[in-house]
């Protein structure tokens, strides 16, 4: 009898450290649940994902419109499902968290086998299984996410009249079929706000968004991205890749900017949205267009050199930061209360590739500068294409070709770009050629 009843005391201990202070909260906008480590967001994704348990000992189950705190962490047998929303439970991130470490936003889809790939948060095996409610990242970083599945991914799967805000994603590569983001997969009648990515985002199927997959407003509840920007390449092996949404219907994206490549095999890919309808908006929006395709949504388009003065950070508003050669970064993750490893982070984030002015989305003409060199990054080509000559990326073939940065094993970019080297530009010294009657008419 000792024996039992000392496993049970050790038991109860062992699970007091786990949530000891999920016990204090309640789940209220004054007293959040705090997510203070790796092991309570799985927790906490376990709740919102309906399970019963987990290995943490940890479960939410939904109630009367809340999530509720199981504390016994013995399982839930009377979980509902959720049907009728949970504006009322707040949660709020208290630290950065790293959940796989090494280059995951460079891996190509290769998985290391030390890594564990990521179940999102409002998500499950039979169906979507959506986050309602608040999520507060309080200006903390998520890095090293590794998704490569089927459909609305991100680090939140899917979300419906919820609030996620203040949060970055790095050194991530989330891969699926369809309805892929880097904050979001799906985003259904919520906020998400103060967020920014730098997440390599792949759809091989459509809809692959930087922010979110899709942005789909309901009947009562307009969706709204704002104050979001994306570092990260977007790539949609077929329809719909937006910057920032892939595919924005009746929603609103508002003070946002793209700084990355945005690629599509097929239509609607977009600087900010790959498509914009239903009385969908778009203000206040900005995008680099050496690198992503002309904007369907009537964004504002720079080159490199003037994406990175003030003239773009003042018109995303007050919320952005502005340091001289870099794009500019949300005010909360530059702030003196911000973390180390975030302002790190956001500084990465906002490194730029000085491209040639006479260069557009669709290919570069000469060799270009690379920017963040302060920040002991180290860079790299792909291919025989270009090579490194110091800062400089020297071009050597016509070609498309990819280069990365790295910078320790928690912050990684990648760029996909297209050298037109070797090729006529129009010029006097590289006139094109006209040899044909063809080719003449097609001059007209």
Known sequence: MKKILSFILISLMTLATVHGAWAQEDGTESHPY????????????????????????????????????DTVGTGITDAVGIQSGGAGTYFKLTADIVINA???GLCNGVKEASWEEWVPIGWSTDAAQSFYGHFDGDFHTISGIYINGSTQLGL???????????????????????????????NTASTISHCWSAATVVATKGNAGGIAGNNTSSASTVATIEYCYNAGLVRAQSLYAGGITAYNIGG??????????VLGEEDYIGAITGLTESGGMVSNCYYDNLFAFVARDGATAYPTNAMTTNTVAAGLGGEYTYVNGYYPQLTGFTASAA???TKTASTFSAVPVILPTSSDANGINGDFALGGTSMG??????????????????LDAKGDFYFTAFLSNNYTKIWYLNSRVGLPQGTEDNPFSVESADALINLV
């Open 34 to 69: 705090l997510i203070e480590n790796l092991t309570e967001l799985k927790a906490f994704r376990d709740g919102v994902n309906k399970a019963t348990a987990n290995s943490e000992g940890i479960s939410f189950y939904f109630h009367n419109g809340s999530y509720i705190l």
């Open 102 to 104: 090494g280059n995951v």
């Open 156 to 186: 939140f799967g899917s979300i419906s009249d919820a609030e996620v805000k203040n949060l970055a994603v790095s050194n991530s590569y989330i891969k699926g079929e369809r309805i892929v983001g880097g904050i979001c997969g799906w």
């Open 252 to 261: 609103m994206v508002d003070h946002c900017y793209n700084s990355n490549s």
């Open 339 to 341: 973390t180390s490893f």
């Open 377 to 394: 990054i180290i860079w790299n080509v792909s291919n025989a294409r270009a090579h490194l000559d110091g800062n400089t990326v020297v």
